[in-house]
């Protein structure tokens, strides 16, 4: 049997093992080698104002296994705010579905306290099928809508 988790709103006294975290998943799912200062400031800017996001993380023992940050966007199409999730980060060791499910509802839930938030979105990546597939059994649709970006260097 699992020690029991919890999950919540992460706090600023959570930054950098959030930031420490981002760094790890990066390299681990993408294979990419983040600045830990240079996310360590970006964390820390989500902090900065309500308007920047939130994270939740879950938590065990004291440690955090899991982590979301929320971004906000505006959708004249429905005069509402979506919250979007920027990815599910859940340590390997622990049960990743109850872990991961816990989340997606407290950021669910924290959506629908607040009537101007008409939605949810979730960015997952391309190549994660089985996320992809699970999202959809948890009444997520797949939009046919991909994503592009430019990142300017820093």
Same mark, same amino acid.
């Given at each position: 049997?699992?020690?029991?988790?919890?999950?919540?709103?992460?706090?600023?006294?959570?930054?950098?093992?959030?930031?420490?975290?981002?760094?790890?998943?990066?390299?681990?799912?993408?294979?990419?080698?983040?600045?830990?200062? *240079?996310?360590?400031?970006? &964390?820390?800017?989500?902090?900065?104002?309500? !308007? #920047? @996001? %939130?994270?939740?993380?879950?938590?065990?023992?004291?440690?955090? *296994?899991?982590?979301?940050? &929320?971004?906000?966007?505006?959708?004249?199409? !429905? #005069? @509402? %705010?979506?919250?979007?999730?920027?990815?599910?980060?859940?340590?390997?060791?622990?049960?990743?579905?109850?872990?991961?499910?816990?989340?997606? !509802?407290?950021?669910?839930?924290?959506?629908?306290?607040?009537?101007?938030?008409?939605?949810?979105?979730?960015?997952?990546?391309?190549?994660?099928?089985?996320?992809?597939?699970?999202?959809?059994?948890?009444?997520?649709?797949?939009?046919?809508?991909?994503?592009?970006?430019?990142?300017?260097?820093?």
């Amino acid at each position: 049997m699992s020690t029991p988790f919890s999950v919540r709103i992460a706090t600023r006294d959570d930054a950098s093992s959030i930031a420490e975290f981002n760094v790890f998943f990066a390299k681990a799912n993408e294979n990419r080698q983040l600045s830990l200062p *240079v996310t360590a400031a970006g &964390v820390r800017y989500v902090f900065d104002s309500f !308007n #920047n @996001g %939130l994270y939740v993380v879950a938590e065990r023992e004291g440690e955090i *296994v899991a982590v979301t940050m &929320v971004t906000r966007e505006w959708s004249d199409w !429905n #005069n @509402g %705010l979506f919250y979007c999730i920027q990815d599910i980060f859940v340590l390997a060791q622990d049960p990743c579905r109850e872990i991961h499910d816990a989340l997606l !509802n407290k950021v669910r839930a924290l959506a629908k306290e607040h009537e101007n938030v008409c939605g949810i979105r979730l960015y997952a990546h391309k190549d994660d099928s089985q996320s992809q597939e699970h999202y959809q059994k948890l009444n997520l649709k797949k939009t046919p809508y991909r994503i592009y970006d430019e990142v300017f260097s820093q």
